[in-house]
Nanobody
Framework: QVQLVESGGGLVQPGGSLRLSCAAS????????TGWYRQAPGKQRELVAT???????NYSDSVKGRFTISRNSARNLAYLQMNSLKPEDTAVYYC???????????WGQGTQVTVSS
């Protein structure tokens, strides 16, 4: 059984920073991709950032240059460092992990990020 738990969300002022963490537990095996999506009320869930097992990263245009995705495979952790936050970054952020041998990714429960003055 695999579980992902996000943490680090909260309320932050525009221009501020947050770091989200995603902790994986259970019989994880090998992760070929991991990343973050976000969803604001009334909007579709959108990709924020991904990182492959080889360390290749991908970012949405809206966060590129401000957010950094990283991982610590040995500790089964993934991170999203968010800098220069904007009100439009407000959303529930979800981490996911694509696991080798599993047809569907594993998702966390989400953590709320609110950027407001």
């Amino acid at each position: 059984q695999v579980q992902l738990v996000e943490s680090g969300g909260g309320l932050v002022q525009p221009g501020g920073s947050l770091r989200l963490s995603c902790a994986a537990s259970g019989s994880i095996g090998s992760i070929y991709t991991t990343g973050w999506y976000r969803q604001a009320p009334g909007k579709q869930r959108e990709l924020v950032a991904t990182i492959t097992s080889g360390g290749i990263t991908n970012y949405s245009d809206s966060v590129k240059g401000r957010f950094t995705i990283s991982r610590n495979s040995a500790r089964n952790l993934a991170y999203l460092q968010m800098n220069s936050l904007k009100p439009e970054d407000t959303a529930v952020y979800y981490c996911y992990a694509g696991l080798v041998g599993r047809a569907a990714p594993v998702w966390g429960q989400g953590t709320q990020v609110t950027v407001s003055s």
